[in-house]
């Protein structure tokens, strides 16, 4: 039960130290515990982040009854850990009090600055017996400590010969070297200039929109899921993750109107439930709402969210591309690629394939994609497929170069075989990009290799854009 200690007669007040920190006290009326002589309980209070008006949050906890001050809490955990507290009356008090008048141990000590002091207690033999006082602020000059002659765990120590040990400094400053997940100007989140990337997740694919690049990572929790750089990779905008959309990335395109991101999995309201669907931004990032007949949000749902049993596998958008108007997607698990309207959303045809993930649609109409081990060339009006390439261990993404020097060049990133293969228009190899093997886990780091390379892209200048599918380190190799 929760009771606003406040109106009870508890208080609170708190001073700040010359050194660093502060001192919280907290006054409580014996009748707010409510405590009857020889009753005994358990007994613990926790300071609370306040709020911005500077009030105090503190919980007080004793044997299930929960009472707070100035504000709500989580209840403390670990009751065992708690104090022992035992009611007397005045003349027991009194009693306990007259038998324990000896005289306190003082450990007394100069300080030349302020500093933060470690002292403890050992026998004579240099056993510990008490951890008197840690990182406790002392203000220069001459200080003195009492100890009551208990151990850590309260109880008296025998009579005999103990000695005293203390450490200080006068305080830790930190010097800024770099921040992770952004460029460090500034070193905190903003909207567009930090938070470079996603927290948790890895990264998972990159597109090309003109001379700018769009990078997707998984998902995330903090940062960005989604940013669009310019060529250098600065980030120009983010967007963070939403919580209510298909959890995982699983691919990214892009047109001269619109950004797509093929979502699949759970949504965090139904996590039991899977689906897949579509999230449609503008091109300077904003919501892009699909039309009322597809929901009217920036998300169309290609695959309903269904629970699924334990074990099973639900749809996963394996890949997708937008051009001349339409959209483009690849369910793996399906075999088979659904061709939409880009603007209504609306089903317009399905090519049957052998595990389609990664597709990139050539300037001839034709589909280049990674199916299987394999990378073929797909005519979505005939439905005929060509197979380019076989023997891969595991082809996930491809894309294709138009530049002076390398145009019709097809690049696949081989997820499993740690490489970027290029072929030229027949399939032929041309080329790798990637040690042998991929870099490894453990040991010097091998700039020249990839690991789990999975979308890839080629941006205005020819350079390849690789995310590679790992989260030591989370990475973009171009």
Known sequence: AWQNADALGANAAFT?????????????????????????????WQVRWGDRTGTLAALVAQDGLTRHLSGGADALAMPADWAPVEWLTEAEARERVSLREI???????????????????????????????????????????????RDDDGKLVPVGEYQWRGVYHTGLEPEYLTAFNNPGRPPYPTVNSSSWGADHEMPRDVARMGDRMLLAWNNCEGGSSLICTNLDGRKLWGWRSDPSLPYDTMALAADDRY??????????????????????????GSAAPWPKEQGGTYLIVVRPYVEEPPGAHPPR?????????????????????????????????????????????DSDGT?????????????PRTKQVTVLREGLKQAYGVALAAGAGQAGTIYVS?????????????GTEQRRIGRAGGRQTAGAWQADGLLHPGGIEVDALGRVWCAEMDLSPKRFSV
């Open 16 to 44: 700040r130290f010359a050194v660093k920190g502060y001192k919280v006290e907290v006054a409580l009326p014996w009748t707010l515990l409510g405590g009857k002589p020889g009753g005994k309980a358990r007994l613990a």
């Open 103 to 149: 005289k306190l141990p003082i450990i007394a000590y100069t300080l030349a600055a302020n500093s933060y002091v470690s002292i403890v207690v050992d026998d004579k033999d240099g056993r510990r017996v008490r951890n008197l006082i840690a990182e406790a602020p002392r203000l220069k000059g001459a200080r003195r400590e009492y100890w009551d002659g």
């Open 259 to 284: 950004i797509y991101l093929a979502k699949s999995g759970w949504g965090w309201p139904n996590r039991e439930k899977h689906g897949a669907g579509v999230v449609r931004f503008k091109l300077d």
């Open 317 to 361: 958008l394996g890949g997708i591309d937008a051009r001349d108007g339409f959209l483009y997607l690849s369910f793996t698990r399906e075999n088979l690629i659904e061709i939409r309207s880009a603007e209504s959303g609306e089903l317009k045809d399905t090519i049957s394939l052998e595990q389609p993930r990664h597709i990139e649609t």
């Open 367 to 379: 589909l280049v994609v990674a199916s299987g081990t394999r990378v073929v060339r797909v005519d």
């Open 414 to 426: 081989d997820y499993s075989g740690q490489q970027i293969v290029a072929l030229d228009r027949s």
